[in-house]
């Protein structure tokens, strides 16, 4: 069903209102009921540039072994898992999620494409699998949609074998105003209950959950547009200092694991400028 604008903005108003000032807790149930409720306009979101660029970046900084068991929450469409699949990375994938829609888009998806997946459907943080039993995870823009994100880190730590990755890909805080005016003007679709996390704060889940960060990167700088304004982007992602990029760029992503050695460590040396 279309909406106007007007009606776009009162909804953008609400979840700012409840999710960042009443700082509520919503369930895992809400969040499923509100991507049922846009999954038929997710082509909204796949036209996009940055959209993608999750996976690939997420892709090229990670190592997942090929012929992996992976794990991906909040799979979606399955996208995600395709994208690994198509490079040798998948060998068995259980793809979660919180929407019924979406699951069964996954799965027709997946089957479709013969990638062996098989799928759940959860209303709670603590996913029905056994423990340290996923070589990697997968968990693309979902971290900020959960009101507990701690709980959702802590229970994907149990899931992840000793040495494992799990790529945790969420927008940048700073970007809230972009995606509200987006959502209002209806180039994209509504983020829904979500709150951007600051990134200290994720830093600070992550350490918490008994992960270990081995690459944080922050990509896309210009989400979209005409290609040349496309490529001055990718131009300026190449010659930009890291510090500049993590205040102004779209995305941060974290390559994280459970058990490493401190001279193994990859990630850049922190810098300490916070959002």
């Not at 979101?45 to 940055?50: A, F, I, K, Q, V």
């Not at 300026?236 to 459970?258: N, S, V």
């Amino acid at each position: 069903m279309q909406t106007t604008w007007y009606q776009r903005f009162k909804n953008e108003l609400n979840f700012i209102f409840k999710n960042y000032i009443s700082h509520r807790n919503w369930s895992l149930k809400e969040v499923g009921e509100f991507w049922d409720s846009v999954a038929d306009a997710n082509d909204i979101n796949e036209s996009t540039y940055s959209y993608f660029r999750r996976f690939t970046d997420g892709y090229d900084l990670c190592s997942i072994a090929p012929k992996s068991r992976i794990l991906d929450i909040c799979a979606r469409t399955g996208n995600g898992t395709m994208y690994f699949h198509e490079r040798g990375r998948v060998g068995h994938a259980v793809c979660v999620d919180v929407s019924r829609d979406y699951q069964d888009i996954c799965t027709d998806y997946l089957q479709q494409a013969g990638v062996p997946a098989e799928h759940l459907l959860i209303d709670d943080y603590q996913i029905p699998q056994p423990d340290e039993s996923f070589d990697a995870i997968l968990c693309f823009e979902t971290v900020e949609h959960v009101s507990e994100p701690q709980e959702l880190l802590t229970s994907l730590r149990r899931l992840l074998k000793p040495y494992g990755e799990i790529i945790i890909t969420t927008p940048n805080f700073l970007w809230e105003p972009v995606h509200w005016l987006a959502a209002i003007t209806g180039i994209h679709r509504s983020e829904g209950p979500h709150r951007f996390l600051r990134r200290h704060t994720l830093r600070r889940l992550i350490k918490k959950a008994d992960l270990k960060i081995i690459t944080e990167s922050t990509t896309v700088l210009i989400p979209g547009g005409p290609a040349f304004l496309i490529k001055f982007g990718e131009f300026l992602e190449h010659i930009l200092p890291e510090t500049i990029k993590r205040f102004f760029g779209l995305r941060r992503i974290f390559i994280c694991t459970t058990n490493v050695d401190e001279d193994e460590i990859k990630e850049e040396t922190y810098v300490a400028v916070e959002d």
